[in-house]
């Protein structure tokens, strides 16, 4: 049994080799999924990101997708990638962390780029947005626009990247409205547009009147809509799901990133590296600001780009805890990106309770 | 003008037989169709969906893997299906499976601890499954309440514990706070078959959960109490076999088998236990329970053709960009089509004129 699983094997190698050869002239750029690229948020704006590459480098290139792969189940599909001869393969969400580098470490010639992770490997670089620069400003149009005084927030998982957003959703609502109170949902999905959607409507129901989202359908930014509150697009501009109450929306832009990549790739000289773009490197962006007065759309403009020139810091040092301790200042001015990568704890003033 | 069912007192042996596969050959041209309509080619799609896995010994391998969970907890849920009690909260037990499992890895991470490791957490995953299918088995012999509903809500309370888990007292204290734990030792981790395969252990037990289930369900006493439980309640009942009885023998067998394949999935699959740990084996079962017509060696086919819709599905993404929703949207056809020739060939579709009420007069 055994050795005849060995000689399969072999066969299936040399099959591969002889395959790799033929397609040699194209490279091949593979990218995983998590949701449906019909998301209208997080997969869809990668799959616009992949898009950028095939018109950017035209025939020098092929590409291909998997979507919606379970992140318990992403192993096969990464490595059905690596075997039919793509030789830049991205994988598009954090649990696909160990099963990309699973895979890596058996295809040592193909690249691996991991979305959001925090582990490397020789051919697996990590790249990641500064989404709460965004998050930020978001933060003080909704204090402005809101008139309950209280503001809502769907999250996916109580995960750091989650919840350094939340946090700098509420400060910057707190920096213009020191009163402003914040209500948490968690939906426990990326991407379930029924649960998303019943939990912008619990928040709705308590009374909340601006809604933002950290999960990727526009069902959040819709249930808003229906009820004529304002709300933001989440990783792609969404104005078309909410054109009279979107008030703006953090665009992902990976076209630049992936491009460049890309193109390493083509030269020769990829480098298993870490990247973490914000506003200032155009992988944050703003979509435009629309259903709001000027006054509020000026200050919108301002912070944005006090965050782009490097004025502002979300995470300005002093950052108190919600009981009231300050945390450990190790950037120098802002709290360190370790810190705000692995964050796991709310800020003074958010009354819920983050689940631990 | 109506169509009417009427039970054929002789099905014929030969049709119970070619059914399903004239139900795959029909499943396949009414997926030829919606690809064609789709403006692909039908013959390149059945290339890549079924004779190149079929052809490839890479993915022949990972069809086996894919399969082994899905044959593991539908040979279990053969068992209540045929007692026709309704376990529809595989998924839970297989979740609980993976929690108690774990907890030996967990204790013994990073220790010298050796052989009885894996052992220990087989069982413990085992014994979780039951414990965890045995509430709806109580309150369904008890009280009587719906062991539809109480499976299935008992799912999410499994999930909600893992997610606790995972995200509390289990989480990896190096890994920036994400949601998971450590990952297990080697003396954690199910052996694998081959030398940088990934075949493991766990599908050796498949198979053999597959041979019992033949020999118990076809050759003794219990096998043929089930089956007159199933088939004719008041005949079992008056043949006095405990119902009782019977209700917590199919739930722990089903939970435990789905436990098992629980802990076998984390131990020789993912390797630590996450928030999701799952892409919904413990439903996807219950369809190919049925695509194998509750007998055991069809469940292990049904699991394979599954299986393979699955890697098909993604190869044909790759190649030929076909949406993962034909994926699903072919699964779905196929078990249309599969229950759809079990019940021609055990009824007769009769086109009735007039409504039933004359009917009803005429047969009075």
Known sequence: ?356 | MRIELQQRTAPSAIARLLAPVLALAAAFLLGGIVIAAMGRSPLAALDVYVLQPLSDPWALQEMVVKATPLVLIAIGLSFCFRANLWNIGAEGQFVVGAICGSTVALATHGTAAGAWVLPAMLLLGTLGGMAWAGVPAFLRARFGVSEILTSLMLVYVAELILDYLVRGPWRDPKGFNFPQSVTFDEAATLPFLTDGGRLHVGILMALVAVIVAFVVMGHTIFGYRLRVTGEAPRAARFSGFSEPRTTFIVFAISGGLAGLAGIVEVAGQIGQLKPSISPGYGFTAIIVAFLGRLNPFGILLAGLVMALTFIGGEAAQITLRLPFDLTRTFQGILLFCVLGADALVTYRVRLVRGTPAQAAGRAA
């Not at chain 1, 308590?206 to 819709?222: K, N, R, Y």
């Not at chain 1, 001015?333 to 958010?350: H, P, R, T």
């Open chain 1, 1 to 356: 049994m055994k050795r005849l699983f060995t000689h399969l094997l072999a066969t299936a190698a040399m099959a591969l080799v002889a395959g790799a050869a033929s397609a040699q002239d194209k490279l091949k750029v593979g990218f995983i999924y998590v949701g449906p690229v019909g998301d209208h948020g997080w997969s869809y704006q990668h799959d616009v990101g992949r898009k950028a590459i095939e018109k950017a480098l035209g025939d020098k290139v092929e590409t291909s997708y998997v979507e919606s792969v379970p992140e318990a189940d992403s192993e096969r599909a990464i490595e059905q990638l690596a075997r039919t001869g793509h030789k830049l393969i991205f994988t598009t969400s954090f649990g696909y962390m160990e099963p990309t580098l699973k895979v890596a470490k058996k295809y040592p010639g193909v690249k691996f780029e991991h979305a959001t992770g925090i582990k490397r490997a020789d051919n697996v670089s990590t790249y990641a947005a500064k989404f709460h620069e965004g998050r930020y400003v978001i933060g003080q149009i909704a204090a402005r626009m809101s008139k309950t005084g209280v503001i809502g927030y769907v999250g996916a998982y109580p995960i750091p990247e989650v919840v350094a957003g939340i946090n700098a959703y509420f400060l910057g609502a707190q920096s213009v409205r020191p009163d402003i109170k914040i209500k948490v949902v968690w939906a426990n999905s990326w991407y379930d547009p029924g649960k998303e959607a019943d939990a912008a409507k619990a928040l709705l129901d308590q009374g909340v009147d601006v809604m933002a989202q950290h999960t990727d359908s526009p069902a959040p930014l819709q249930a808003a809509e229906a009820r004529g509150h304002f709300g933001f697009g989440q990783a792609s501009d969404m104005i078309r799901f909410a054109p009279k109450t979107q008030l703006t929306a953090i665009v992902d832009n990976w076209n630049d990133y992936y491009v460049a990549r890309t193109k390493a790739v083509l030269d020769g000289t990829w480098k298993s590296e870490d990247t973490w773009g914000g506003l200032d490197s155009g992988m944050v962006k703003m979509a435009p600001y629309t259903n709001m007065p000027d006054d509020v759309k000026k200050m919108a403009e301002e912070t944005e780009e006090a965050i782009r020139s490097g004025k502002l810091n979300p995470f300005k040092c002093p950052v108190f805890r919600q009981d009231g301790s300050e945390v450990e200042c190790k950037g120098g001015a802002a709290l360190s990106d370790e810190q705000v990568l692995g964050m796991n704890f709310y800020v003074k003033g958010i009354e819920d309770k983050l689940p631990q």
